[in-house]
């Protein structure tokens, strides 16, 4: 079996419980073969990824737009990637995060 390729999206500094429920719905209602070689990730924000999952069907995979370098701690506002490991996926080598995290 070959390589599987990965399509994704992240939503940015974007969504709202409102906005989310309603593109999940227009989500799920996609017919994506499951046995086709692609995964479909979606990067919601971390406040999200957990509502996120619960509505969208397992052929999505969900995944978040950072992780934190070190084990956990008192990094207020991060995710460790002992927290994140059991959502699959993360995005990271953003540009704009990292941008924003030289600045601070």
């Known amino acids: ?3 599987r390729f990965m399509v994704g999206g ?5 969504g709202t419980k409102e906005s989310i429920e309603a593109l999940c719905a227009s989500l ?5 073969p499951s046995d086709a070689n692609v995964d ?3 990067a919601p924000s971390s406040l999200h990824a957990t509502m996120t999952r ?3 069907p397992d052929v999505y ?3 978040v ?3 934190w370098t070190g084990k956990g701690g008192a ?5 460790s990637a002992e927290m994140i490991k059991d959502l699959v996926c993360v995005i990271l080598n953003s540009m704009v995060r990292f941008l924003a995290w030289v600045r601070s």
């Open 1 to 3: 079996m070959g390589r």
């Open 28 to 32: 799920s209602t996609l017919e994506l």
């Open 61 to 63: 995979q969900i995944g």
């Open 54 to 56: 619960s509505l969208l």
């Open 65 to 67: 737009q950072n992780c």
């Open 40 to 42: 479909v990730m979606i």
């Open 75 to 79: 990094f207020t506002g991060e995710s």
């Open 10 to 14: 992240n939503w940015k500094c974007n």
